[in-house]
């Protein structure tokens, strides 16, 4: 068959290179994709969110089927407009992508659900939400921007001064535009994240090898929030009868509250816990595979990835076999542009991917990336994921930046501490 993933990033091209591997594949295309994904399959011009456009696209070159990357684009209702011409497409529907476009509702499900979760308030006013931050014991809040913000909504305040800032930002800014016309003010949570990912077709949930993110632009996790600097897979964090806990607790109440809503989920329910004294708590509910969570997950998965989301579409998860893992982690580093997650550069000429593809055991996926006159040029925040397998963490990390060190531009950067605090979580190496 023939494949269509929706979107640009590195999220995108990790499915396109692992779609690409299936014997069911005859071709992958990716709109609008990027230099990576060009290489790897096939782009299309066509905009994440021209639903319209996708769908005379699916429809002329008798796509079998689509795999929706970006949140914006899922809450832009284009699994409802495939569905509705009869196309099978992995991801869930509006109704439900408003598990993560919305916070005020992501917040709303666990508390009727009792899905442990930090305390919370929802405002609409600035006043209201200054006037409740001033009133406040703790010092330390999280802000967060109601609607999707690109991963770059929340606000970890360490005092009630920046929490303040943070309102004003969002509300009276208007920084986000929409998406801050209501903010969840929330207790600081204290802990380690972890990332759990797992793909269900509203009845069966199946989940995926444990993950964990790293969020802070700069090492030991200081500086702003990002869409992600990095990650690394598995996290040793987290113990099986932990994940069962996850599983009981926070996976199958939330996809069973999204039933009882008539909004049934179908497609990836991605949970970002912090692991806290208390337990594992919920920071936030995604709706799709993580970036750059996905880059090792994908890395390491050895099932046929056709075959897992066609069951997901076809709604026939639960005859799919037990999915098959590579035992090795496996680590991502994200390379960046000057001035990201604020303002960045772009244009620059990227050097030295040919040299890093070359590498054992290390694959570069691109994100913000566009080939122009024959060259690779940097054109996002995030430009690259550098991803590599090992035979423990320590050796993954090796790689990873093995292949950081051949790569090349003007102004390029990344964290240095990528996976390290998985080492205190492993027994032995």
Request: proline fraction near 5%.
């Amino acid at each position: 068959m023939r494949v269509l993933v929706v979107g640009q990033g590195g999220r995108e091209h990790a499915l396109v290179w692992k779609l690409g591997q299936s014997p069911l594949v005859k071709q992958v295309f990716c709109a609008p994709g990027n230099a990576g994904t060009g290489m790897d399959g096939v782009n299309v011009d066509i905009s994440a969110t021209n639903v319209e456009g996708l769908l005379k696209f699916a429809k002329a070159e008798s796509i079998g089927l689509t795999v929706v990357g970006p949140e914006a684009a899922l809450v832009a209702g284009l699994v409802d407009a495939f569905e509705k011409e009869g196309l099978l497409v992995f991801g869930p529907a509006r109704s439900a992508a408003e598990l993560e476009g919305s916070k005020v509702f992501a917040k709303d499900i666990m508390r009727q659900s009792a899905i442990p979760t930090g305390a919370s308030q929802t405002f609409t006013s600035a006043e209201a939400a200054e006037a409740y931050i001033a009133e406040r014991e703790e010092t330390r809040l999280v802000v967060k921007a109601d609607g999707l913000a690109s991963g770059k909504g929340v606000s970890v305040c360490p005092n009630k001064a920046a929490a303040m800032e943070a309102v004003n930002r969002i509300m009276r800014q208007q920084e986000f535009g929409d998406a801050g016309k209501r903010v969840v003010v929330e207790e600081h949570l204290d802990g380690e994240e972890v990332s759990i990912l797992a793909i269900t077709d509203g009845s069966t949930i199946v989940p995926l090898e444990t993950s964990q993110d790293h969020k802070a632009a700069f090492d030991d996790d200081r500086g702003p929030n990002t869409g992600g600097m990095g990650a690394y897979s598995p996290a040793p964090l987290i113990t099986p009868p932990m994940m069962d806990q996850i599983i009981s607790q926070i996976l199958v109440p939330t996809i069973d509250a999204m039933r009882k809503r008539n909004r049934p989920f179908k497609g990836v329910l991605y949970a970002g816990l912090m692991m806290t004294n208390q337990g594992p708590k919920v920071l936030e509910f995604n709706v799709r595979f993580g970036d750059p969570e996905s880059q090792p997950l994908l890395m390491r998965l050895k099932s046929d990835l056709a075959e897992v989301l066609l069951s997901v579409a076809e709604g026939r998860l639960g005859e799919l076999p037990t999915l098959e893992w590579d035992p090795r982690p496996a680590v991502c580093v994200v390379m960046a542009s000057a001035g990201y997650p604020g303002e960045y550069e772009t244009g620059a000429a990227i050097r030295g991917l040919d040299a890093a593809a070359k590498l054992p055991h290390v694959k570069v996926f691109h994100a913000g990336t566009q080939l122009k006159d024959g060259r690779v040029v940097a054109t996002g925040g995030r430009v690259l994921g550098v991803t590599a397998v090992g035979a423990n963490i320590v050796d993954a990390k090796l790689r990873a930046y093995q292949g950081v060190k051949c790569i090349r531009w003007d102004g390029a950067w990344c964290r240095h501490d990528i996976s390290d605090k998985a080492r205190k979580h492993t027994v032995s190496e």
